[in-house]
């Protein structure tokens, strides 16, 4: 794992959360490859009980929210999923009605833990390399990350993915993106009511840490 266990200070400093049995799903390939080099690491060790299941909608975030809400009306998957955490996880890019979207989610029955990244997954990327305090374009974003992988970035690479975890710092990224949350919660922002004017910013970093802390 190298840079990616947590070390024992920030460790420590990590409400002691037992991660369980997680649903997650997610707007698209990238998000779930990055979150299963994870995943895998957790379901080798034959001496844990979390189990973590992974869904791509393949769409936008109201993509991702019908899918979840379809795929857990289907009586199997709604008994087998009963006592599950379902997490969506999804960008702000789309469609532009972002923001009653994500009250939906919250008030839905299925009590979905959501995680967004506004506007892009990608911010969580570059995070890994540096602070991310302005909002950046896509082209922006997409430069960055290749000035550090020395490489033109693509989406959904399992590769590219697995040379950003390894070669960056999921540590620094979990910094920079609670350093950003606080920011908007100092000024009383938050998900529900703001996230349009909150970008860049990127709470995945809640879901990594208790995935870090599970593994060291």
């Known amino acids: 794992m190298g840079r990616t266990i947590l070390t024992p200070k920030r460790k420590k400093n990590i409400k002691s959360t037992y991660l369980g049995h ?22 080798k060790n034959k001496f844990n009980d979390i189990k973590i299941e992974i869904e791509s909608a393949n769409g936008n975030a109201s993509r991702v929210f019908k899918f979840a809400d379809s795929y857990l009306c289907e009586e199997h998957n709604n ?5 599950y955490k379902k997490y969506l996880i999804f960008d702000c890019d789309a ?8 009250t939906n989610m ?8 959501v995680i967004v990244s506004n506007f892009l997954f990608e911010i969580w990327l570059l995070m890994h390399f540096e602070n991310v305090e302005k909002k950046l374009t896509k082209g922006e974003i997409y430069r960055r990350l ?7 970035y693509e989406k959904a690479n399992e590769g590219l993915i697995r040379e950003i975890i390894q070669k960056g710092s999921v540590e620094a990224a979990i910094d920079n993106a609670e350093s950003l949350a606080k920011h908007y919660s100092e000024r009383k922002m938050n998900i529900t009511e703001n996230i349009e004017a909150m970008n860049p910013f990127t709470n995945i970093y809640s879901l ?9």
């Open 146 to 152: 290749e000035n550090h992988l020395r490489n033109k």
């Open 106 to 113: 919250l008030s839905s029955a299925n009590s979905y833990e």
């Open 95 to 102: 469609p532009p009605n972002i923001q009653n979207i994500i």
């Open 22 to 43: 997680i649903l997650i799903f997610c707007e698209g390939m990238t998000e779930k490859l990055y979150l299963q080099f994870f995943t895998v690491i957790l379901t």
């Open 208 to 216: 990594v840490e208790q995935l870090l802390a599970a593994i060291s």
């Open 79 to 83: 008994r087998k999923y009963s006592n």
